[in-house]
């Protein structure tokens, strides 16, 4: 890899701006590389042409700026592929395809969705998910909130939390991902066949209400 020219001092307010190069600085390495294990901060400091101490300045440690750095690309593949899908009007079928999209990624993804929710990242950070709601951290959790709210208002999802069902809906679909990734060749079905059969088996799983004891609590 060749290394770019010396970046110039960031002026005041540049935070944004240098925190952008870094995570294609890092991204850089991996595409190199095919290895999170390979992003370090020194190397990161001198394909971004900075010094390390102003890598430091925006994250704490090597493994934050690793996990930061897998979460950013979930993000932005998870932004495109909701425009993609920006059309459909049925909440349960953009449900279903945004599930759909969690495994591509993880598959498209491999080392950097380990980093993500697999571990080799930022869990030895015992605060890393201080002040952060349930799933909120993704485009993932943001967005299925969001639809499962929707898909609740028109009758088509059982009335409940629709926090505690999107994280349902997101544990079968990463316990999926997860499985296809740790364990390569298992005798299972076709990976798509078997993706699309769980996203119908949840989507059928969540129209029935879970039972009093996972309804919303009323304040007071």
């Known amino acids: 890899m060749s290394k770019p020219p010396a970046r110039s001092r960031s002026r005041k307010g540049d935070g944004p701006t240098l925190r952008d190069d870094l995570f294609a600085a890092g991204a850089a390495i991996l595409a190199e590389t095919g290895d999170p294990r390979a992003i370090t901060i020194r190397r ?3 394909v971004c042409g900075v010094s390390q101490a102003a890598i430091y300045l925006h994250f704490h ?5 690793v996990y930061d750095l897998a979460r950013e690309a979930f993000n932005a593949f998870y932004d495109a592929r909701f425009d993609e ?3 459909i009007t049925d909440p349960v079928k ?3 395809l945004l599930g759909m999209a969690l495994t591509d990624f993880a598959m498209e993804n491999r080392r950097l969705y380990h980093v993500l929710y697999m571990g080799d990242g930022n869990e030895r950070d015992p605060g890393r998910f201080d002040g952060q709601e349930i799933l909120t951290k993704t485009m993932f959790g943001t967005r299925v ?3 499962v709210t929707e898909a609740m208002r028109q009758g088509m999802i059982a009335p409940g ?3 505690l069902v999107a994280c349902l809906l997101w544990m079968s679909m990463h316990g999926t991902a997860s499985l296809l990734i740790a364990l390569p060749g298992y005798p299972l079905p076709p990976a798509d066949f ?3 059969a769980m996203v119908e088996f949840t989507a059928n799983a969540v129209a029935r209400p879970l039972g009093p ?3 919303p609590r009323r304040p007071g």
């Open 213 to 215: 004891k996972f309804m």
């Open 94 to 96: 953009r449900i279903k």
């Open 194 to 196: 078997v993706v699309e």
């Open 145 to 147: 909130i969001h639809e």
């Open 85 to 87: 899908i920006a059309g």
């Open 61 to 65: 440690s090597r493994d934050e700026f």
């Open 161 to 163: 939390d629709p926090r």
């Open 44 to 46: 990161v400091a001198e």
